[in-house]
């Protein structure tokens, strides 16, 4: 069964850092492109970070210099690292595994960013 499980979310103070963590199983996931997306309340589902399985780095502009997305192979494991967070970050994080039509979510991690 394809799985992947968000830790590491919860508040945080504007220009704090945290770490997500994505945790994979029931795929191959060498092959797979990962990738971050973020929800605010009542705004779509956008896209914050992709790490493709060649090794390819991109981010939305607003979070390019602050946010930075890692993969461990051998660990299963994808991470988000987010830096000098703002107010404007706070959002339910999910974890996206593609490969050709295969698609997996993760459950979602409440990330919120507030004094």
């Known amino acids: 069964q394809r799985r992947l499980v968000e830790s590491g979310g919860g508040l945080v103070q504007p220009g704090g850092s945290l770490r997500l963590s994505c945790a994979a199983s029931?795929?191959?996931?060498?092959?797979?492109?990962m990738n971050w997306y973020r929800q605010a309340p009542g705004k779509q589902r956008e896209l914050v970070a992709t790490?493709?399985?060649?090794?390819?780095?991109n981010y939305t502009n607003s979070v390019k210099g602050r946010f930075t997305i890692s993969r461990d192979n051998a660990k299963n494991t994808v991470y988000l690292q987010m830096n000098s967070r703002k107010p404007e970050d706070t959002a339910v994080y999910y974890c996206?595994?593609?490969?050709?039509?295969?698609?997996?979510w993760g459950q979602g991690t409440q990330v919120t960013v507030s004094s």
């Open positions: 996206n595994a593609v490969y050709s039509i295969t698609n997996v």
């Open positions: 790490f493709t399985s060649g090794g390819d780095t």
């Open positions: 029931g795929i191959i996931f060498r092959i797979y492109a």
